[in-house]
C-alpha cells in the first residue's frame, strides 16, 4: 500500500498524518508507503511548522527531517490511496489532477472514523498550540482505524 496524506500548505495537518500513519505502519510491522503533500506549494522545501513538531515530538514522533512538496496529478499513478484533510483539499486535488482524478482513491481522512459525516481535520495554521493537540489527536484515532481496516 502507498498512502498519501494530503492538506494545503504540507507544513501542519499532512506531515503529522504522515509521522503518525508511518509510525504505526512500523509498529504493526506493515510494508507501507507513506508520504505527504499540499496542494497550494506555498511552503514547498520547507520543514513542518514549528508547532506540528513541538506536539509530534511531545508524542515520540521526531517529524522535523519532513519536506514540504506540492501534489501533482502524477501522485495518482504513484499512490493507492490519497486522504485529504479536508473538504477544500479534495477540491483542490481535482482542480490539480484534472482527467487524472480518480475518485475512488479519495477519501477525507475523518471519513475512516466518522463514515460518511465528511467531517474536516481544522486547520491550525492561524491559531495557538491546543489546536495542534486536537488535530493530532483527530489524526491519530483515524490512522489507528486506517490499520485496522486494511492490515
Ligand atoms: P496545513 O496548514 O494545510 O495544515 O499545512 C496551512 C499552512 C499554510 C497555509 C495554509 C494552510 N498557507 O496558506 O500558507
Known amino acids: 500500500m502507498n498512502i498519501l496524506m494530503v492538506c494545503l500548505g504540507n507544513i501542519c495537518r499532512s506531515p503529522l498524518a504522515e509521522g503518525i500513519l508511518q509510525h504505526r505502519v512500523n509498529q504493526a510491522g506493515l510494508n507501507w508507503r507513506v508520504d505527504s503533500a499540499g496542494t497550494n506549494g506555498y511552503h514547498t522545501g520547507e520543514a513542518p511548522h514549528q508547532l506540528s513538531q513541538k506536539v509530534a515530538k511531545a508524542r515520540g514522533l521526531d517529524i522535523s527531517g519532513q519536506c514540504s512538496r506540492r501534489?501533482?496529478?502524477?501522485?495518482?499513478?504513484?499512490?493507492?490511496?490519497?486522504?485529504?484533510?479536508?473538504?477544500?483539499?479534495?477540491?483542490?486535488?481535482?482542480?490539480?489532477?484534472?482527467?487524472?482524478?480518480?475518485?475512488?482513491?479519495?477519501?477525507?481522512?475523518?471519513?475512516?472514523?466518522?463514515?460518511?459525516?465528511?467531517?474536516?481535520?481544522?486547520?491550525?495554521?492561524?491559531?495557538?498550540?491546543?489546536?495542534?493537540?486536537?488535530v493530532y489527536d483527530m489524526i491519530d484515532s483515524a490512522c489507528e482505524a486506517i490499520i485496522e481496516k486494511y492490515k
Do not use: C, Q, T
Open 71 to 134: 501534489f501533482i496529478a502524477a501522485d495518482f499513478e504513484k499512490y493507492d490511496k490519497i486522504y485529504a484533510m479536508a473538504r477544500d483539499v479534495v477540491d483542490e486535488i481535482k482542480w490539480i489532477a484534472k482527467g487524472k482524478f480518480d475518485p475512488s482513491k479519495v477519501e477525507l481522512l475523518m471519513n475512516e472514523i466518522y463514515p460518511g459525516e465528511n467531517r474536516d481535520v481544522p486547520d491550525p495554521w492561524y491559531g495557538p498550540e491546543p489546536g495542534y493537540h486536537d
